[in-house]
């Protein structure tokens, strides 16, 4: 009989032993369990701000997983004495906890506590849910749970699970909770909030504390006290985290940067997207937008974009795409990136090529009225002030951004064939049409751009001509910086967009643009004040700012120093607070040289001695010719050529007596400068006044009347102007001093 009994009990001790060692591995672990927990997708700033969490597909919210050494100390001893306090040292299924559970439901006749462990809740949480929990499926479980204690570290699983368990409110994973619930990272929580979380996934849906915290705290306190009792808290923890006050932050999800972060979804740039952005910068540049658009609400100006480029590195610092993305007059276009016409921020880039071609900041271009034949019709550019300047050096034209000036020179170096592939070779996308598409009117913004494009091109000027993608993504690699500007001439255009009294005749001598500290700027509006922009750069930054209304409606009279430029002033003001702003060297190529502005002319102590003179930068190599005796007449006055002649008559001379021609003292002939006979105008929408004012000159006449059987005139100041309307006109002048009288003839017609 003692035998059997031996017999009996050694058999039993065999089928234990392979029951608890051996039929575990008859069944496979879930196949959800041996693959990374589902994260979804969560945008960082470049300090590891969440800037937004999406949801996955199941609607719920799961921060990417940690591992065990991330989840702090008090977290885990929470977790523990919530659900599992013989962790570390049962097999994945807790014996002792099974017969207390049997004990005590069996003695209550109905089920009063369980006595699962986290090994057995992370395989029940992982496995697919076929319905009715019955005997043999929670046998299968806990027979999985005993393979998995044994292919796993204790480490493991407990990270497994803490990745994996709900904590109520969508959220997945003890990261997402920590953020949600109280908008801190895993590792600052406090013992009293682990305690908290470690509440919640006992019951989710019943344990909320959103909804009534009073009835979390209960159990939140015993398992305080658990832990207590283990000794994973002294008397002193206990009794702080006892006393401590829980205050919930709820995080969801996030929503910051959205114009950004919508540029980037959908790119399969991984589970965390790290970006560029500046989290504090950017919600400063939300704000300045805010504040300025609302002082202009009264002048019909309804939205704005700001771009802020990080100069060294390309990245993208801040990026707002509207007023408010939730506004309902068009909030979620991202102005960053609808292209816009820019005015005349394309000017500088003219400019710069002409630098490259052998001009230089003195080389005079004629500011007078001009017209160009295209294939559409005549061309006829005009100033935004609608009068003409006569002689201007490239560094006053494009200080003071004139239209006539701009054209003439792109049309020296070439025209739209010049300009329109280096502006596509700096990484403005839109420009899709040939050069005859856009002809001459290029340089002064006929073809739309996009911001962030445009302030992409601004930053390689001011990185002195080498060219570097930007970037919303902190870790992107993807293009390497090359050169494609002349580090010489990008030094000369950022030397005249900060230089104040270069602009000083458009702008004053105080305006918005003079900042306390150099900084190269240049506005642009776009015709009928539909758009306008303030792009501008030191060494360490670039911010670009556009204007206007998504409609496409014209504002009110703002321009790119009214609207932009205030906006364009507050951001710069606030980069360098704490970044003092620093200067370009000059390049060793870069000379000194006195010049005479009216002539562009080089002074010297051999020239005779000039009534007008000031300093210039040249690049070596490059000097424009020396003042001679003949290019001054006894007076001292700067003798200019005889296209100027209509000009120094009129009331548009600026210089007064310090120019003349050649002919001034003879008796001119009497002609009409402008509109030279058959000119053709098109009157254009799209365009102030629909172009219907032109501007009548002539040459040779001190005192002359206008006249013209078909059109209205108007007179203002010194100028007098057609108001043209459809047809074939006839206009004719007379010099009231001496009789002579000329004719010339327009054809208008309408788009």
């Known amino acids: 009989m003692r035998r059997r009994w031996k017999i009996f009990l050694i058999t039993l001790l065999v089928l234990a032993a392979g029951g608890w060692w051996g039929l575990p591995w008859l069944l496979p672990l879930p196949e959800a369990l041996l693959k990374p927990p589902p994260s979804s997708t969560l945008y960082l700033a470049r300090d590891g701000t969440p800037l937004r969490h999406l949801l996955n597909e199941d609607g719920t919210r799961s921060a ?64 697919p849910q076929t319905g009715k929990r019955t005997l043999g499926v929670k046998l299968a479980e806990a027979l999985r749970a005993r393979r998995l204690a044994m292919c796993w570290s204790r480490e493991e699983v407990l990270a497994a699970y803490a990745n994996r368990v709900s904590f109520g409110n969508l959220m997945t994973g003890a990261a997402t909770a920590a953020s949600g619930y109280f908008h801190k990272p895993l590792g600052d929580l406090t013992p009293a909030e682990c305690a908290l979380l470690a509440a919640l996934p006992q019951s989710p849906a019943r344990l909320n504390p959103f909804r009534h915290l009073e009835g979390v705290l209960p159990r939140q306190r015993r398992i305080l006290d658990k832990m207590h009792e283990l000794r ?143 294939a559409s019709g005549t061309y006829r550019p005009e100033n935004f002030s609608l009068r003409s300047y006569g002689p201007m050096t490239y560094r006053y034209a494009l200080g003071n951004s004139l239209n006539i000036s701009a054209v003439r020179v792109l049309d020296s170096i070439g025209g739209a064939e010049t300009l329109l592939p280096k502006l596509r070779e700096l990484g403005m996308s839109t420009l899709t049409e040939d050069a005859a598409h856009y002809g001459l009117g290029l340089t002064i913004g006929n073809a739309s751009v996009r911001l962030v494009e445009l302030a992409n091109a601004y930053a390689c000027l001011a990185r002195l001509g080498r060219f570097k993608p930007w970037t919303l993504l902190q870790d992107d690699r993807a293009a390497e910086e090359r050169r494609l500007l002349g580090e010489n001439e990008s030094w000369l255009i950022a030397d005249i967009l900060s230089d104040n009294q270069a602009r000083e005749m458009a702008f004053g001598s105080w305006s918005v643009l003079r900042l306390p500290f150099r900084c190269a700027v240049k506005t642009g509006t776009s015709s009928t004040f539909r758009d306008n922009w303030t792009l501008g750069y030191t060494p360490e930054f670039t911010v670009g700012v556009w204007v206007g209304n998504f409609d496409n409606t014209p504002m009110q009279d703002v321009s790119g120093v009214t609207g932009a430029g205030p906006i364009f002033r507050d951001v710069m003001l606030h980069l360098h607070e704490k970044h003092p702003a620093t200067w370009f060297a000059m390049p060793k190529e870069i000379v000194r040289a006195r010049i005479d ?71 001119p002939e009497l002609r009409i400068t402008n509109p030279i006979p058959g000119t053709v105008v098109i009157l254009d929408p799209d365009i102030r006044n629909h172009g219907n004012r032109l501007l009548l000159q002539a040459a040779g006449a001190s005192q002359v009347r206008w006249s013209c059987k078909t059109l209205e005139l108007s007179t203002e100041g010194a100028h007098t102007f057609a108001i043209l309307k459809p047809g074939r006109h006839e206009i004719g002048v007379r010099d009231e001093a001496s009789g002579l009288s000329a004719k010339t003839f327009v054809i208008v017609r309408e788009e």
């Open 64 to 127: 990417p997983p940690v591992k065990y050494a991330e989840i702090p100390p008090a977290l885990v001893h929470a977790l523990l004495a919530a659900e599992d306090k013989r962790f570390f040292s049962h097999g994945g299924v807790d014996l002792l906890a099974v017969m207390r559970a049997a004990w005590d439901n069996g003695r209550s006749g109905h089920i009063v506590s369980g006595a699962s462990t986290i090994h057995q809740q992370l395989i029940k949480n992982t496995m």
């Open 232 to 374: 994973w808290l002294d008397d002193e923890q206990h009794r702080v985290a006892l006393d401590q006050k829980i205050v919930l932050q709820r995080f969801s999800g996030g929503f910051e940067a959205p114009h950004a972060v919508e540029m980037l979804r959908g790119g399969g740039h991984g589970e965390t997207i790290r970006t560029t952005l500046n989290a504090t910068l950017q919600q400063q540049v939300e704000t300045i937008v805010s504040q300025r658009l609302e002082s202009l609400k009264g002048r019909h100006v309804a939205h704005a974009a700001v771009v802020v480029l990080e100069n060294a590195t390309g990245a993208v610092l801040a990026l707002a795409g509207s007023r408010d993305f939730f506004a309902q007059d068009g909030g979620q276009l991202n102005g960053a990136w609808a292209a816009h016409s820019p005015g005349s921020a394309m000017k500088p880039f003219t400019y710069l090529l002409a630098f490259e071609r052998g001009a230089t900041p003195a080389s005079i271009v004629a500011d007078l009225p001009v017209e160009f034949g295209t």
């Open 597 to 667: 502005p009216r002539t562009g002319k080089r002074l010297t102590p051999q020239t005779p001695p000039a009534r007008v003179s000031r300093e210039e930068f040249f690049i070596g190599g490059k000097l424009p010719a020396v003042a001679q005796a003949g290019d001054y007449d006894v007076r001292g006055r700067a003798i200019l050529p005889r296209e100027y002649a209509g000009w120094i008559a009129s009331g548009a001379n600026w210089l007064g007596d310090l120019v003349t021609t050649a002919e001034t003292d003879a008796r």
